[in-house]
């Protein structure tokens, strides 16, 4: 299946994925998801399984 695969780990199955940016499809996408987490939960209190960090505020 090799040449279907993406390379990167499918997190809704059993297992440990990777590190946090495996966990999204691309760096846009995780981009995407860290600034969502840090506007709607930016002191990480919604987690579970395989989080996703929220993004950290401008120095």
């Known amino acids: 299946m090799a040449p279907y695969g ?3 780990t499918m997190v809704n199955i059993h297992g440990r994925p990777g590190d946090e940016p495996d966990r ?3 760096s846009e996408v995780y981009a995407r998801l860290r600034r969502t987490k840090a506007a709607y939960d930016p002191h990480n209190l919604l987690r579970q399984g ?3 960090s929220p993004e950290a505020a401008p120095a």
């Open 50 to 52: 395989h989080t996703v």
């Open 24 to 26: 999204a499809r691309t």
């Open 6 to 8: 993406t390379g990167r």
